[in-house]
T-cell receptor, first 115, second 114 residues
């Protein structure tokens, strides 16, 4: 089955700096890569996603890049703000199992933005 | 459009008891997946239901079960609770009809087993 590795597990930055979180996946059949943000006491919220026919996608201060050859994708947050502090999860899906496409999640990155 | 809702938000149970958690998906979504989230293991997939049928299952013991109703609402049940079942249980919904689609999560039910 799919295996997703996420690094780093903890990332501490100063407000205004950029933050980069990296994920690698193992199954070349995976073709959909969402990123979720989970704040304390809440469920994960989708912040951006990318499909395999696209190399990069941006949404204001957030961008995701995908390298299918190397099987890795990254989340980039520019001009970080204290409210960006949360746990971020990457996921990969696209290899059907039992008739459905269940995403495999990374272990999460705790991002701390210091004012 | 209302998001995924889960009830109750918090539960405290003792070992040996059983518990039922409920999830209402986003309107129009027919797939409901359940996950267990713990600090040590991350997000672990329990099972997925689509059109009242379990379509996929993770690697959890038979004490964990679920069902889905005709309105797509889903429940999961854990019998004979163990201390290790303490976790945040998340429900996610999606259209589930063709290919890969996005899962949207609810706020979760925090289960504490004493």
């Amino acid at each position: 089955g799919e295996n997703v590795e996420q690094h780093p597990s903890t990332l501490s930055v100063q407000e205004g700096d950029s933050a980069v979180i990296k994920c690698t996946y193992s199954d070349s059949a995976s073709n959909y890569f969402p990123w979720y943000k989970q704040e304390l006491g809440k469920g994960p919220q989708l912040i951006i996603d990318i499909r395999s026919n696209v190399g990069e996608k941006k949404d204001q201060r957030i961008a995701v890049t995908l390298n299918k050859t190397a099987k890795h994708f990254s989340l980039h947050i520019t001009e970080t703000q204290p409210e960006d502090s949360a746990v971020y999860f990457c996921a990969a899906s696209g290899a059907p199992s039992g008739g459905s496409y269940i995403p495999t999640f990374g272990r999460g990155t705790s991002l701390i933005v210091h004012p | 459009k209302a998001g995924v809702t889960q009830t109750p938000r918090y539960l405290i149970k003792t070992r040996g008891q059983q518990v039922t958690l409920s999830c209402s998906p986003i309107s129009g979504h027919r797939s409901v997946s359940w996950y267990q989230q713990t600090p040590g293991q991350g997000l672990q997939f329990l099972f997925e239901y689509f059109s009242e049928t379990q379509r996929n299952k993770g690697n959890f013991p038979g004490r964990f079960s679920g069902r889905q109703f005709s309105n797509s609402r889903s429940e999961m049940n854990v019998s004979t609770l163990e201390l290790g079942d303490s976790a945040l249980y998340l429900c996610a919904s999606s259209f589930g009809t063709s290919g890969v689609d996005t899962q949207y999560f609810g706020p979760g039910t925090r289960l504490t087993v004493l």
